[in-house]
Nanobody, 124 residues
Framework: QVQLVESGGGLVQAGGSLRLSCAAS????????MGWFRQGSGTGREFVAA????????SYTESAKGRFTISRDNAKNTAYLQMNSLKPEDTAVYYC????WGRGTALLEDYNYWGQGTQVTVSS
């Protein structure tokens, strides 16, 4: 059983930065692909970024490119999402997820375990 716990959310002004962390326990973290998704008020959960196991292929949604950086530290069993130049439209609950098959896709259904989410609010 894999458990994921996000942290690092909060309230920030537009143009600011936040770094989200996702601490994993159970299983072998380095074997998993990790993804970040977000869900705004009244919207569905959408893909933000993903990183394959062992730090392989990295992918981002178009709106995150150039502003967000996904990374992982396998020694600490932790994935990160560095978010810079934040905009009000980035306001959402951010979730990390683990893909036990290591694929790192943008598809929600490819992920086996999810964290509880952390709120990010960007004020204008």
């Amino acid at each position: 059983q894999v458990q994921l716990v996000e942290s690092g959310g909060g309230l920030v002004q537009a143009g600011g930065s936040l770094r989200l962390s996702c601490a994993a326990s159970g299983g072998t973290f380095s074997n998993y692909a990790m993804g970040w998704f977000r869900q705004g008020s009244g919207t569905g959960r959408e893909f933000v970024a993903a990183i394959q196991r062992f730090g392989g292929r990295i992918s981002y949604t178009e709106s995150a490119k150039g502003r967000f950086t996904i990374s992982r530290d396998n020694a600490k069993n932790t994935a990160y999402l560095q978010m810079n130049s934040l905009k009000p439209e980035d306001t959402a609950v951010y979730y990390c997820a683990a893909d036990l098959w290591g694929r790192g896709t943008a598809l929600l259904e490819d992920y086996n375990y999810w964290g509880q989410g952390t709120q990010v609010t960007v004020s204008s």
